[in-house]
């Protein structure tokens, strides 16, 4: 059944787990998530981007999801718009069935440009207005994602920050916080830490100086009751990288946010963590391995098989670690 972020996040923050909210663009996707889901009996958070809802089209990706709950009547699907960057692209997600809509206000409209206060707690607000109006619910933006170790934003895939930020700008101010979550009213709160989208997040193996868990802990003492969420929370694992190097792909050596710092995050009011790199990582791993093993087979459904198990594999992982497990 469909439910809101509100209705799922109330929830889990009363049993104390966090939700994954995984990526989705295509139904292979949709399939591994949702058969995840259903092999741990935990309730799931599937989200698209502008990027995703353009490559599949609204209406493929609506009636995909339509599917996808009908096929798993049992499980709680929240369905939740990421990054969105404006009042139109939230309004449309609510008309396509959307349960739940990111307003990154932390950006300008162009998705590059760090926004200042007043324009982001502006745009919030209208859209929970807006959002609340139709019984859906809201995640807003505090901070610009980006690394700690060279203060650069995501341009690695493309998207968000393209300019130098300052610690500042990295890390959301936790009293800051507390203002913007009483003056917009939104349902959950997204915070910067030092996390950013993309394969490449960390040089080394984060420690408090990358990876600043501490300023969730200190904005949950101001804000016990508030939702938080992780961004760029994918941990980037080893195998995937060392299976998709060893079948002709090139990934760097590099480091993603470890699940234990996200367990921790979850002890302190982190509900929602999103994940979309690691299920890429995933997947690709799964294709280039059947396509180098048996180069004779051009059937899609084959090498897409082998991508959607170890997708699968991936999700139910994140759904025990994070207490999901169990809450269907
Ligand atoms: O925002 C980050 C998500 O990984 C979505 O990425 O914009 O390439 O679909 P995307
Ligand atoms: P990753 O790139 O770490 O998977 O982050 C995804 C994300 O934050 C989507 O909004
Ligand atoms: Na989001
Ligand atoms: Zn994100």
């Given at each position: 059944?469909?439910?809101?972020?509100?209705?799922?996040?109330?929830?889990?923050?009363?049993?104390?787990?966090?939700?994954?909210?995984?990526?989705?663009?295509?139904?292979?996707?949709?399939?591994?998530?949702?058969?995840?889901?259903?092999?741990?009996?935990?309730p799931?958070?599937?989200?698209?981007?502008r990027?995703?809802?353009?490559?599949?089209g609204?209406?493929?990706?609506?009636?995909?999801?339509?599917?996808?709950?009908?096929?798993?009547?049992?499980?709680?699907?929240?369905?939740?718009?990421?990054?969105?960057?404006?009042?139109?692209?939230?309004?449309?997600?609510?008309?396509?069935?959307?349960?739940?809509?990111?307003?990154?206000?932390?950006?300008?409209?162009?998705?590059?440009?760090?926004?200042?206060?007043?324009?982001?707690?502006?745009?919030?607000?209208?859209?929970?207005?807006?959002?609340?109006?139709?019984?859906?619910?809201?995640?807003?933006?505090?901070?610009?994602?980006?690394s700690?170790?060279?203060?650069?934003?995501?341009?690695?895939?493309?998207?968000?920050?393209?300019?130098?930020?300052?610690?500042?700008?990295?890390?959301?101010?936790?009293?800051?916080?507390?203002?913007?979550?009483?003056?917009?009213?939104?349902?959950?709160?997204?915070?910067?830490?030092?996390?950013?989208?993309?394969?490449?997040?960390?040089?080394r193996?984060?420690?408090?100086?990358?990876?600043?868990?501490?300023?969730?802990?200190?904005?949950?003492?101001?804000?016990?009751?508030?939702?938080?969420?992780?961004?760029?929370?994918?941990?980037?694992?080893?195998?995937?990288?060392?299976?998709?190097?060893s079948?002709?792909?090139?990934?760097?050596?590099?480091?993603?946010?470890?699940?234990?710092?996200?367990?921790r995050?979850?002890?302190?009011?982190?509900?929602?963590?999103?994940?979309?790199?690691?299920?890429?990582?995933?997947?690709?791993?799964?294709?280039?391995?059947?396509?180098?093993?048996?180069?004779?087979?051009?059937?899609?459904?084959?090498?897409?098989?082998?991508?959607?198990?170890?997708?699968?594999?991936?999700?139910?992982?994140?759904?025990?670690?994070?207490?999901?497990?169990?809450?269907?």
């Amino acid at each position: 059944a469909r439910i809101t972020l509100r209705q799922l996040l109330d929830h889990a923050a009363e049993h104390s787990y966090g939700v994954p909210a995984f990526n989705i663009s295509n139904m292979e996707q949709g399939l591994a998530i949702m058969a995840a889901a259903k092999a741990c009996d935990a309730p799931v958070i599937l989200q698209a981007s502008r990027g995703a809802r353009a490559y599949a089209g609204d209406r493929v990706l609506a009636r995909l999801i339509d599917g996808l709950c009908e096929m798993y009547p049992e499980i709680p699907v929240c369905m939740h718009l990421d990054h969105g960057n404006n009042l139109a692209t939230c309004a449309t997600a609510i008309q396509n069935g959307f349960t739940s809509v990111m307003m990154d206000g932390s950006l300008r409209e162009d998705g590059k440009t760090p926004a200042d206060y007043a324009y982001n707690r502006d745009i919030t607000a209208r859209v929970v207005q807006m959002a609340h109006a139709c019984g859906v619910s809201v995640e807003g933006e505090l901070g610009v994602l980006g690394s700690l170790e060279t203060g650069m934003g995501d341009q690695e895939d493309g998207h968000g920050a393209t300019e130098k930020l300052s610690h500042d700008q990295l890390l959301t101010d936790p009293a800051e916080a507390e203002r913007f979550v009483s003056e917009t009213g939104v349902d959950a709160l997204a915070v910067a830490m030092g996390t950013s989208h993309g394969a490449y997040k960390f040089t080394r193996k984060p420690d408090g100086a990358i990876l600043a868990m501490h300023v969730i802990e200190e904005i949950h003492r101001r804000l016990p009751n508030t939702h938080l969420v992780m961004h760029g929370s994918s941990s980037v694992p080893e195998d995937l990288q060392a299976i998709i190097n060893s079948y002709g792909g090139d990934i760097r050596p590099t480091w993603g946010v470890p699940v234990e710092e996200i367990q921790r995050g979850i002890r302190s009011g982190v509900r929602k963590i999103n994940i979309d790199t690691d299920n890429r990582l995933a997947m690709t791993a799964g294709i280039r391995r059947t396509l180098a093993e048996e180069p004779g087979e051009f059937d899609p459904r084959k090498y897409l098989k082998a991508a959607m198990a170890l997708m699968q594999k991936v999700c139910e992982a994140r759904f025990e670690a994070f207490g999901t497990a169990g809450h269907a």
